[in-house]
């Protein structure tokens, strides 16, 4: 990314259900499906909306879910990581939210009606998770310290300001 040049903004959104789990989307390299990762739902702003309004427009997006409660920023972080052959520069903020709606533990990219075309190539499912789940896993999930996170916004609920999470460069 040029020095002069903004890193992207995103909203990402932090999905628990009645039982406390949290939606993960499953993605990999476009081209590379080993190389995989579990992420939260979540994208760039687009025009002139808010975080807020991207948070939920890319929740529908991505998993037809349109019954969320949005509540408060919980984290801020920054990375930078490749993908798709470029370097993603982000500026994100993951904001809580609620559904009453029950799914299916898992889902496929066909539950998925609004993936933009490189989603379509790079995103291939969807889970729900329990924190306990996430902090005994193997697989890479995005940001890398969400096991933890979430243990804690269980615990003690959403913080009064956002946490500011490390900076993640991949």
Same mark, same amino acid.
């Given at each position: 990314?040029?020095?002069?040049?903004?890193?992207?903004?995103?909203?990402?959104?932090?999905?628990?259900?009645?039982?406390?789990?949290?939606?993960?989307?499953?993605?990999?390299?476009?081209?590379?499906?080993?190389?995989?990762?579990?992420?939260?739902?979540?994208?760039?702003?687009?025009?002139?909306?808010?975080?807020?309004?991207?948070?939920?427009?890319?929740?529908?997006?991505?998993?037809?879910?349109?019954?969320?409660?949005?509540?408060?920023?919980?984290?801020?972080?920054?990375?930078?990581?490749?993908?798709?052959?470029?370097?993603?520069?982000?500026?994100?903020?993951?904001?809580?939210?609620?559904?009453?709606?029950?799914?299916?533990?898992? &889902?496929?990219?066909?539950?998925?009606? &609004?993936?933009?075309?490189?989603?379509?190539?790079?995103?291939?499912?969807?889970?729900?998770?329990?924190?306990?789940?996430?902090?005994?896993?193997?697989?890479?999930?995005?940001?890398?310290?969400?096991?933890?996170?979430?243990?804690?916004?269980?615990?003690?609920?959403?913080?009064?300001?956002?946490?500011?999470?490390?900076?993640?460069?991949?």
């Amino acid at each position: 990314m040029p020095a002069d040049e903004e890193p992207r903004r995103v909203a990402r959104v932090v999905l628990l259900d009645p039982d406390d789990r949290i939606l993960l989307l499953y993605g990999h390299e476009p081209d590379d499906a080993d190389d995989n990762w579990w992420f939260t739902p979540g994208g760039g702003l687009e025009g002139d909306e808010t975080r807020e309004q991207a948070a939920l427009r890319e929740l529908a997006e991505e998993t037809g879910i349109t019954d969320a409660e949005l509540g408060p920023v919980l984290w801020q972080r920054t990375c930078s990581f490749p993908f798709a052959g470029r370097r993603w520069d982000q500026d994100e903020w993951y904001f809580l939210a609620r559904t009453r709606h029950i799914a299916a533990t898992t &889902g496929t990219a066909t539950d998925m009606p &609004g993936l933009t075309e490189l989603e379509q190539r790079s995103v291939s499912g969807m889970r729900w998770w329990t924190w306990q789940e996430l902090s005994s896993t193997h697989e890479t999930v995005y940001p890398t310290k969400l096991a933890g996170l979430l243990r804690a916004l269980l615990d003690e609920g959403p913080p009064g300001s956002p946490t500011v999470l490390d900076t993640e460069i991949v």
